[in-house]
């Protein structure tokens, strides 16, 4: 149960800055699931709504959209297969269900998506109120803080798709934070020689620990005539820089496809050379959230095949959020947590 009416949490209130507040505990709807709180990780997404480079961010909101909890109380109304005591990953979109998008499977382009700790109250607080939909019971080999990396991983599932690896395939991914690790883990154990570009020595080196075929700086790349079939046959980029992205691009062998995965400034333009893209045949994507991702997400943690758990390299309490901020916004480690239930 519950243990008190208020707690703290971390919200955006003004550009450029996190604040620590105390909040009410969420009242609970019809449809809707408690969640305390285990693990909520901090995210370049969040460092976006700091800045105010989220348009559709909302001033105010308690942040944290990739965590996870146990499932506190059940609302008498809502209807599911969840119990009391579970522990779940929780996808932050929540889409309106009645739109052209989500008649057409197509949910995560919905224009009327709300998105948990990014428009609506999320989960960097010890508790958070969600719809039932929204959480996945994640197997029990899965614990707290792993299960939090499950909305980021069925973010990069749904690249990978984009991407089309097949076995063989020479791939390049551009940046070794966690959203390029995750995309190594997954193309690497999917049968694809992968090369990781990153500037970080020890990023590099973590690259090696995920099935990296090789790992170099930004300086070492070198490309050829792609024309003649250099370069790679796909290239995701991780970073959301609008010189990666033009890179990306060079990079792609004709008939290759680049996949753009970070997330750049709103107003950025990377300069195109139509002839290039024409001449190469090339095929340019991008990505958008994690639609149908969550379920394999939580699977594929279950399953244990990558050691996801070392993307994990710092973990906070609520109290030390200013601490965790710090060390994210660093760039010193991987992937920072913060456990709101810890006291």
């Known amino acids: 149960m519950v243990s008190a009416n208020n707690m703290k949490a971390a919200y955006w209130e003004t550009k450029g800055k996190i604040n620590m507040i105390d909040r009410e505990v969420p009242e609970l709807k ?45 609302h008498p109304d809502t209807k599911t297969t969840l119990t009391v005591g579970q522990l779940c990953s929780i996808d932050p979109n929540c889409p309106c269900h009645a739109c052209t998008f989500c008649r057409n499977k197509k949910y995560h382009l919905c224009p009327y998506l709300s998105c948990i700790g990014v428009s609506v109250n999320g989960g960097m607080a010890k508790y958070v109120a969600v719809p039932a939909s929204a959480a996945f019971a994640v197997p029990s080999t ?75 700086s930004p300086d070492e790349l070198e490309i050829g005539d792609p024309c003649m079939g250099d370069g790679y046959d796909v290239v995701f980029e991780c970073v959301g820089r609008p010189e990666t992205m033009e890179s990306a691009i060079n990079c792609a062998k ?23 893209v ?29 050691n996801w758990n070392a993307l994990i390299t710092h973990t906070f309490t609520l109290d030390e959020f200013d601490k965790a901020w710090e060390v994210f916004t660093s760039g010193t480690g991987l992937k920072v947590c913060v456990r709101p239930s810890l006291e």
Do not use: Q
């Not at 976006?48 to 146990?70: D, K, L, Q, S």
């Not at 690497?188 to 990023?203: D, K, N, Q, Y």
């Not at 004709?254 to 050379?273: I, M, Y």
């Not at 379920?295 to 095949?305: D, P, Q």
């Open 254 to 276: 004709a008939g290759g496809t680049v996949v753009w995965v970070g997330v750049a400034k709103p107003g950025v333009t990377v300069p195109v050379s139509p002839f290039d």
């Open 30 to 74: 019809p449809g809707e699931v408690m969640i305390r709180v285990t693990s909520s990780g901090l995210c370049g997404t969040d460092l976006h709504i700091c800045h105010g480079e989220t348009p559709h961010a909302t001033p105010e909101v308690t942040i944290g959209h990739e965590f996870a909890g146990y499932v506190e109380i059940i």
């Open 142 to 216: 899965v614990g707290p803080e792993l299960a939090s990396l499950a909305e980021p991983l069925s973010c990069v599932i749904h690249a990978v798709d984009m991407g089309s690896i097949k076995s063989g395939d020479k791939v390049l991914i551009m940046g070794a934070g966690p959203i390029g690790l995750m995309t190594l883990g997954l193309c690497s154990t999917g049968g694809a020689s992968v090369t990781v570009v990153e500037p970080s020595e020890m990023r590099r080196g973590r690259a090696i620990e995920f099935g990296a075929s090789n790992a170099i």
């Open 278 to 306: 024409y001449r190469r045949e090339l095929t340019i994507k991008s990505t958008y959230t994690n639609p149908f991702g969550m379920e394999r997400a939580v699977k594929i943690l279950g399953e244990g095949k990558v």
